[in-house]
């Protein structure tokens, strides 16, 4: 059955969770301290990370992005819709207590991370989690599934990049990019047994398939990976963005369009990993780049978050709603198996609150 329906029941609420960012220079280093909480990351270090932060005033745009997808949520989903953060203010126990205080009972998630992993989905979970067993009354909280493969937000992409290639000369190559991850934590993400990178790869062959359709031509697409971090004897997942532009260049190649699918907006990974440092090696290398945008508040995307949360709300209701994917991979689950999307180094946990993916 198609989502052609408003009703939301039976949620009362829709709770937007992201991973927060300092909104001033004197937030940069707490702010990293919350995130590195518990790997003994010396300040000194985490100073140098903060030079990032720091070349565009000690402010992460993610809170700004955030603001605006709320807004651009609420002409959309006639719920109230509240937003907290893992790492930053407003920090997701506050949230909770808002929404305790307000009688929200069952609110539906949206997270900003559209693949499967332990950072972009255990980890909201355990967070929620977490919060919740620290709110008296909080309310019952459901995930969303993965969106990744979902029409909206590849068909957000499929225009992007084609944008971006319209820039550049004829047969330039397509590098899509993603967050880095551990090698570890590529190991089975789902009950399906696909991973990180088997969802990244999926998406950039939907868009690959879309284009090459539209224009009738073939080019070179790779999957590369940006932002790092870790100790260097720890492998994570290549090769990194810059590597790939000098090998690009080397091979001949006319110009690439840089394709940040592990992204939903423009936030550091993006306008710092791409836009700066990327766009730099580019330039050293004389080869055109164009960045292909995120979907940020594209009414494709905002409106595919609307369709998830009515999606999940029908299926909630006992109906069968239709759920839209493209891809070999399927549309993702609603609730997650316990031991799926494994941290690195300690077993995962059963969860305690009802949560999808």
């Given at each position: 059955?198609?989502?052609?329906?408003?009703?939301?029941?039976?949620?009362?609420?829709?709770?937007?969770?992201?991973?927060?960012?300092?909104?001033?220079?004197?937030?940069?280093?707490?702010?990293?301290?919350?995130?590195?909480?518990?790997?003994?990351?010396?300040?000194?270090?985490?100073?140098?990370?903060?030079?990032?932060?720091?070349?565009?005033?000690?402010?992460?745009?993610?809170?700004?992005?955030?603001?605006?997808?709320?807004?651009?949520?609420?002409?959309?989903?006639?719920?109230?819709?509240?937003?907290?953060?893992?790492?930053?203010?407003?920090?997701?126990?506050?949230?909770?207590?808002?929404?305790?205080?307000?009688?929200?009972?069952?609110?539906?998630?949206?997270?900003?991370?559209?693949?499967?992993?332990?950072?972009?989905?255990?980890?909201?979970?355990?967070?929620?989690?977490?919060?919740?067993?620290?709110?008296?009354?909080?309310?019952?909280?459901?995930?969303?599934?993965?969106?990744?493969?979902?029409?909206?937000?590849?068909?957000?992409?499929?225009?992007?990049?084609?944008?971006?290639?319209?820039?550049?000369?004829?047969?330039?190559?397509?590098?899509?990019?993603?967050?880095?991850?551990?090698?570890?934590?590529?190991?089975?993400?789902?009950?399906?047994?696909?991973?990180?990178?088997?969802?990244?790869?999926?998406?950039?062959?939907?868009?690959?398939?879309?284009?090459?359709?539209?224009?009738?031509?073939?080019?070179?697409?790779?999957?590369?990976?940006?932002?790092?971090?870790?100790?260097?004897?720890?492998?994570?997942?290549?090769?990194?963005?810059?590597?790939?532009?000098?090998?690009?260049?080397?091979?001949?190649?006319?110009?690439?369009?840089?394709?940040?699918?592990?992204?939903?907006?423009?936030?550091?990974?993006?306008?710092?990993?791409?836009?700066?440092?990327?766009?730099?090696?580019?330039?050293?290398?004389?080869?055109?780049?164009?960045?292909?945008?995120?979907?940020?508040?594209?009414?494709?995307?905002?409106?595919?978050?609307?369709?998830?949360?009515?999606?999940?709300?029908?299926?909630?209701?006992?109906e069968q709603p239709d759920r839209p994917c493209v891809g070999k991979l399927g549309a993702a689950w609603d609730d997650c198996r316990h031991d799926c999307c494994p941290p690195l180094r300690r077993p995962a946990r059963p969860s305690a609150v009802k949560e999808s993916a």
């Open positions: 059955m198609p989502v052609g329906t408003t009703d939301a029941a039976p949620y009362d609420a829709v709770l937007l969770l992201s991973f927060g960012g300092p909104e001033k220079p004197e937030d940069v280093l707490p702010f990293l301290q919350n995130v590195t909480r518990g790997r003994g990351i010396p300040d000194e270090r985490l100073k140098e990370v903060g030079e990032h932060y720091y070349s565009f005033g000690g402010k992460s745009p993610i809170n700004d992005q955030n603001r605006a997808l709320l807004a651009a949520l609420r002409e959309e989903i006639e719920l109230p819709i509240y937003w907290g953060n893992r790492n930053w203010a407003p920090y997701l126990t506050d949230t909770l207590r808002e929404m305790a205080a307000d009688g929200i009972r069952r609110a539906v998630v949206i997270v900003t991370a559209a693949y499967p992993s332990y950072s972009g989905c255990r980890q909201y979970r355990e967070n929620l989690e977490d919060a919740a067993r620290d709110v008296p009354n909080a309310p019952r909280l459901d995930k969303l599934r993965h969106y990744a493969n979902h029409p909206g937000f590849v068909g957000s992409f499929v225009e992007a990049t084609a944008d971006a290639l319209s820039t550049l000369p004829e047969g330039s190559a397509i590098a899509y990019v993603t967050h880095s991850i551990p090698n570890a934590m590529n190991d089975t993400s789902g009950p399906d047994g696909n991973g990180y990178v088997d969802w990244h790869l999926d998406v950039a062959a939907e868009i690959d398939a879309e284009l090459e359709r539209r224009t009738g031509q073939t080019r070179r697409t790779d999957l590369v990976y940006c932002s790092r971090s870790g100790p260097p004897q720890v492998p994570w997942l290549e090769p990194d963005v810059n590597d790939h532009l000098e090998a690009l260049a080397a091979d001949g190649a006319p110009g690439v369009a840089v394709v940040p699918i592990g992204f939903v907006s423009d936030h550091m990974e993006v306008i710092y990993d791409l836009d700066t440092e990327a766009a730099a090696t580019a330039e050293k290398l004389r080869l055109p780049m164009a960045r292909a945008a995120t979907p940020g508040t594209d009414e494709r995307f905002v409106t595919m978050l609307r369709d998830l949360v009515l999606e999940r709300a029908a299926a909630e209701r006992g």
